[in-house]
């Protein structure tokens, strides 16, 4: 009788148990998010890593450090996937876009028997403008609780709780753009870094504390960036991506007796009774920069190749961003009123140029995209231009592009619009009415 999983880096798992293997969140080879993240890991997986002979796949959400096609391309198009019912149909029609032809789609925690000794129930997260999920999986050995990156309640945690999880896999560290790629003195943006990261170690403690498994591991960590162009973000002392020592550190500092916090490593399988096998070494904040730059060596040729193979922006680009940009804000009205501000944008290399963006909630009639420049802008942000066609063509999406930290940022007032963000996330008319009907409830 067995229970065990299997840790592949980020929030990828393999859960076994007597008949049935789950694979969760396969993200394995090669870098994502535009050719810019890469697994925390003192080496560079291969094809071999990934374990093919699975019965089926969990995809919690499309961000693709969880939905990665180079690692799905691996897979049977007919092996079964399991993903959570989300308020849009946007994630379902990218699976389906790849060829997979056995989706499950399953109501937030909706108990679903998979055979006799195999449970599992998908938890939407909790968020408004984001579409995500976990995964509790049972069976009779015992309980383990995967949360990938998924926001989620206090009320939905203790949820968790009681089903008296004996592993919790818990995200504990940062994943998105802010402050690397804004225009800001390195003494401020090393000051929001820490403070990111000790913000993100202290949800890690929080969330554990609520689930109370017997052990928790550190996972869906920050990735690392190996491009010679980005190598500086990695660094523990300045940076605010952390290492699992510093999850550790945070719990032994915070946490609570009745669990014990297991560090591992990619390759490493763990036991319901807290026994791991060790087939790797860890990458702490005291040995990750040395292994980071050794890493960055090693995929230099191949990470050139693809940055190549991304290829240039066409010749009327210009047309298409202006064209993009008028469609969506003009169909949007409502989320233009709560944007209310100019974004100078720039799309940067072959046959890019500048652009303005007007979501004035004063303007009710377009044009709201023009080329030019202003200089009352609230927003600045600087992109490739070849990754911006990708986007306004829909073959990208945006929020993909930003996490790729691969752009430039300002902002006067200096303050997050998450109006803005949530219309880039999915600029759907449907979906944008719907979320602030709730939003409107919520806060007015």
């Known amino acids: 009788m067995i229970l065990r999983v299997k840790f592949l880096g980020q929030a990828c798992t393999l859960v076994e148990t007597n008949n049935k293997r789950i694979l969760c969140d396969p993200w394995i080879i090669g870098p994502c998010n535009v050719n810019s993240w890469y697994h925390l890991n003192n080496k560079i997986a291969k094809k071999t ?4 002979d699975v019965d089926y796949l969990y995809i919690s959400h499309e961000h693709t450090d969880h939905f990665h096609i180079e690692t799905l391309k691996e897979f049977s198009r007919d092996i079964p996937i399991l993903i959570c019912k989300f308020p849009t149909d946007r994630f379902y029609n990218a699976v389906i876009e790849q060829g997979f032809k056995n989706i499950t789609i399953l109501n937030s925690w909706k108990k679903e028997k998979l055979d006799d000794d195999l449970e599992v129930t998908i938890i939407k997260n909790s968020e408004l403008m984001l579409e995500d999920s976990a995964m509790l999986i049972k069976s009779k050995e015992g309980t383990v609780f995967c949360q990938t990156d998924c926001g989620m309640s206090y009320e939905s945690l203790r949820r968790v709780a009681n089903e008296k999880p004996d592993l919790g896999f818990f995200k504990f560290g940062a994943a998105n753009w802010f402050p690397i790629v804004y225009d800001y003195e390195k003494e401020r943006k090393d000051k929001i870094s820490k403070k990111r990261k000790l913000s993100k170690l202290t949800g890690f403690v929080n969330y554990v504390k609520a689930v109370k498994p017997k052990y928790a591991i550190p996972y869906a960590g920050p990735p690392i960036f190996l491009h010679e162009s980005l190598i500086h ?15 550790l550190n945070a719990w032994n500092e915070e946490g609570i007796d009745s669990t014990q916090v297991k ?7 763990i036991t319901v009774e807290g026994d791991i096998t060790k087939n790797n070494e860890p990458v702490f ?7 980071i730059q050794k890493l960055s060596e090693e995929v230099k040729d191949d990470l050139k190749r693809r940055w190549n193979e991304e290829g240039t922006a066409s010749k009327n680009l210009n047309n298409q961003i202006v064209d993009y940009f008028n469609k969506i804000i003009s169909e949007n009205p409502t989320a233009r009123e709560r944007i209310d501000i100019k974004v100078q ?9 500048e652009f303005v963006l007007d979501f004035s909630k004063d303007k009710e009639n377009g044009p709201y995209a023009k080329e030019g420049t202003i200089d009352d802008w609230n927003y600045y942000m600087r992109l490739p231009a070849h990754l911006i066609e990708k986007a306004v063509n829909n073959k990208l999406l945006w929020e993909t592009l930003f ?5 430039k940022a300002n902002r006067k007032p200096d303050q997050w619009n998450e109006h803005l963000m949530n219309l880039f996330y999915d600029p759907d008319p449907k979906r944008i009415e719907n979320i602030y009907k709730i939003y409107d409830k919520m806060f007015k």
């Open 49 to 52: 890593d990934i374990p093919t």
């Open 233 to 247: 973000v990695n660094d523990p002392e300045t940076g605010m991506f952390a290492t699992p020592d510093e999850a």
């Open 263 to 269: 560090i591992m490593s990619p390759s490493d399988e």
């Open 285 to 291: 904040s005291d040995n990750k920069m040395e292994i």
């Open 345 to 353: 944008f720039v799309a940067e290399g072959k046959n890019g140029g």
């Open 403 to 407: 996490l790729s930290c691969r752009w």
